[in-house]
């Protein structure tokens, strides 16, 4: 089964603080990808990720930026949090770009980042 | 642009019975069309994905049709049971574009009652 995992469930920052969430597949995958996930507005791309040290903006990157150093780990970095980047975060992974299966996703148990 | 909508955005039954969630989508040139499911608080988690060529695709008590000159898909979960209780959310691939990019529907919010 394919497993994506995400470092924290829970987490409290301040504004202004750099807060780092990471997430690692064990599937080989090509793609990562990174959402949040707000009530009314439902899933937003922030991040996507098609290979090591390749990233493409989103919906909303403003605010954000990823690192992706090695195949299996993308991490998403607040560069200074603020109130209204609280959020729950939800990292997803897929093989690689095509049709068929290739790009069903497989997401994280997700972070709730909450920003004082 | 493509856009994903899902009627209704809640329902409840009691236990037992068999559903049906609907979701739409104004381009039906799609890839495919993927169900997930998501328990309060956590992350999604893959039902089925169900491939452009395909018309059904079954995992368990779950079936999921596709009509794409419609631009319809649906869930079908047969003899409900409490722990079906969860928010249902179908997605398809950004199609020409930002290939992987996922649009997502609005969910249906299901209830079980026991």
């Known amino acids: 089964d394919v497993k994506v995992t995400q470092s924290s469930r829970y987490l409290v920052k301040r504004t202004g603080e750099k807060v780092f969430l990471e997430c690692v597949q064990d599937?080989?995958?090509?793609?990562m990808f990174w959402y949040r996930q707000d009530p009314g507005l439902g899933l937003r791309l922030i991040y996507f990720?098609?290979?090591?040290?390749m990233k493409e903006k989103g919906d909303i990157p403003e605010g954000y930026s990823v690192s992706r150093e090695k195949k299996e780990r993308f991490s998403l970095i607040l560069e200074s949090a603020s109130t209204n980047q609280t959020s729950m975060y939800l990292c997803?992974?897929?093989w690689g770009f095509g049709t068929g299966r290739y790009n069903e996703q497989f997401f994280g148990p997700g972070t709730r980042l909450t920003v004082l | 642009k493509q856009e994903v909508t899902q009627i209704p955005a809640a329902l409840s039954v009691p236990e037992g019975e068999n559903l049906v969630l609907n979701c739409s989508f104004t381009?039906?040139?799609?890839?495919?069309l993927q169900w997930f499911r998501q328990d309060p608080g956590k992350g999604l988690t893959s039902l089925l994905l169900?491939?452009?060529?395909?018309r059904e695709q079954t995992s368990g008590r779950l079936n999921a049709s596709l009509d794409k000159s419609s631009g319809r898909s649906t869930l079908y979960i047969a003899a409900s049971q409490p722990g079906d209780s969860a928010t249902y959310l179908c997605?398809?691939?950004?199609?020409?574009?930002?290939?992987?990019?996922?649009?997502f529907g609005t969910g249906t919010l299901l209830a079980v009652q026991p």
């Open positions: 997803a992974s897929s």
């Open positions: 381009d039906s040139a799609i890839y495919n």
């Open positions: 169900i491939q452009s060529s395909q």
């Open positions: 997605a398809v691939p950004n199609y020409g574009g930002a290939t992987n990019k996922l649009i």
């Open positions: 599937m080989d995958h090509e793609n």
């Open positions: 990720s098609y290979d090591v040290k």
